[in-house]
T-cell receptor
Framework: SQQGEEDPQALSIQEGENATMNCSYK?????LQWYRQNSGRGLVHLILIRSNEREKHSGRLRVTLDTSKKSSSLLITASRAADTASYFCATDASDRGSTLGRLYFGRGTQLTVWP | DTGVSQDPRHKITKRGQNVTFRCDPISEHNRLYWYRQTLGQGPEFLTYFQNEAQLEKSRLLSDRFSAERPKGSFSTLEIQRTEQGDSAMYLC?????????????FGSGTQLSVL
């Protein structure tokens, strides 16, 4: 079953604008990750934030985590047409015992960046 | 190319036939995962190997599905008596338990179409 839910399901913006995607999850976690998937391809890891962190940056990416609200956001600044892809959050669900690295993915946000 | 590779990229089969997919993980990775992804959904966990041992299987993995990793390197996923509901992208991922970063490295997937 899926753990996270991304919002919105689809987002369409112009190049240069910022894109914000949100993720909500249901159980306690050790960490939360964001992945990107181009159409018909595998997923690529973008960034990982641990449960004791509140914010993390990587290049044009900024991730926040609010464990009290069980939510995270991914901000892509100064978007480019090449950022067009699906973005998924994934959690490890620590209260399900040993998950041995299993990740639970949401349904994703489809981001389209128009040139 | 030192990434995760999957073969074939696409497979079209008739209902009732057996199919087998192969995954070659990153060579130094001892953990290997199979996920299934249907259109508009995030990946769903199927099974997990630590070296050659299959340590976890999802309830999604019916008795028609079997996965092996005989020498702790490549893995195969076999589906017997395929059904139309098996049509999906089958993703393989690998990781190492020798790092504290729990991110997964995904292959490009095998797209299965059952007619």
């Amino acid at each position: 079953s899926q753990q996270g839910e991304e919002d919105p399901q689809a987002l369409s913006i112009q190049e240069g604008e910022n894109a914000t995607m949100n993720c909500s999850y249901k159980t306690s976690i050790n960490n939360l990750q964001w992945y990107r998937q181009n159409s018909g391809r595998g997923l690529v890891h973008l960034i990982l934030i641990r449960s004791n962190e509140r914010e993390k940056h990587s290049g044009r990416l900024r991730v926040t985590l609010d464990t009290s609200k069980k939510s995270s956001s991914l901000l892509i600044t100064a978007s480019r047409a090449a950022d067009t892809a699906s973005y998924f959050c994934a959690t490890d669900a620590s209260d399900r015992g040993s998950t041995l690295g299993r990740l639970y993915f949401g349904r994703g946000t489809q981001l389209t960046v128009w040139p | 190319d030192t990434g995760v590779s999957q073969d074939p990229r696409h497979k079209i089969t008739k209902r009732g036939q057996n199919v087998t997919f192969r995954c070659d993980p990153i060579s130094e990775h001892n953990r290997l995962y199979w996920y299934r992804q249907t259109l508009g959904q995030g990946p769903e966990f199927l099974t997990y190997f630590q070296n050659e041992a299959q340590l976890e299987k999802s309830r999604l993995l019916s008795d028609r599905f079997s996965a092996e990793r005989p020498k702790g390197s490549f893995s195969t996923l076999e589906i017997q008596r395929t059904e139309q509901g098996d049509s999906a992208m089958y993703l393989c991922a690998s990781s190492s338990d020798r790092t504290t970063n729990e991110k997964l490295f995904f292959g490009s997937g095998t797209q299965l179409s059952v007619l």
